[in-house]
Nanobody
């Protein structure tokens, strides 16, 4: 059974830093792409980043480029989203997603493309 469990959310001040984790199990980590999505209150869900484990390709939405970084610990099948210099507009529930044999592109990461979803972790950025 594929499982994705996010953690690391909480309250952070604008300009600080926060690291989200996504612990995965039930699949061959190397074969999957991992996407991070977020949904703010009253707003549509949006794709934040994508990492293709097969080839290392990454994608970031313009709003987080230069501030967020996705990385992995392949020994623990865990994906991280490092959030540096967060802004109040980054406040949202963040979801970790996965899809096998999927390659991220420069055009974005779309929720209907991802097969598996975690339950989310809430990030609140105070001004």
């Amino acid at each position: 059974e594929v499982q994705l469990v996010e953690s690391g959310g909480g309250l952070v001040q604008a300009g600080g830093s926060l690291r989200l984790s996504c612990a995965t199990s039930g699949f061959t980590f190397h074969d999957y792409a991992i996407g991070w999505f977020r949904q703010a209150p009253g707003r549509e869900r949006e794709g934040v980043s994508c990492l293709s484990n097969p080839d290392g390709t990454t994608y970031y939405t313009d709003a987080v480029k230069g501030r967020f970084t996705v990385s992995t610990d392949n020994t623990k099948n865990t994906v991280f989203l490092q959030m540096d210099n967060p802004k109040p507009e980054d406040t949202a529930v963040y979801y970790c997603t996965a899809r096998p044999f999927y390659y991220c592109t420069q055009y974005g990461v779309f929720d209907d493309a991802m097969d598996y979803w975690g339950k989310g972790t809430t990030v609140t950025v105070s001004s």
